[in-house]
């Protein structure tokens, strides 16, 4: 147990989990143009950016 927490990085599982409920939120799939980062600025607040286009490109 104390060797998989060494790999746990805060961070990462931070934006990993806000990126995934932003897909799964829009009910993103390999279909889906979509896309998000989410990040922690200077301050420490959890940013995140994400976009949506159509699904032929064109918006």
Known sequence: ????ASLND???RLAVACERAFLETLDGSCRTP???YAFRDKDGYCLFRGLVASPDGTR
């Open 1 to 4: 147990a104390n060797y998989i």
């Open 34 to 36: 979509i896309a998000g």
């Open 10 to 12: 805060d961070e990462t």
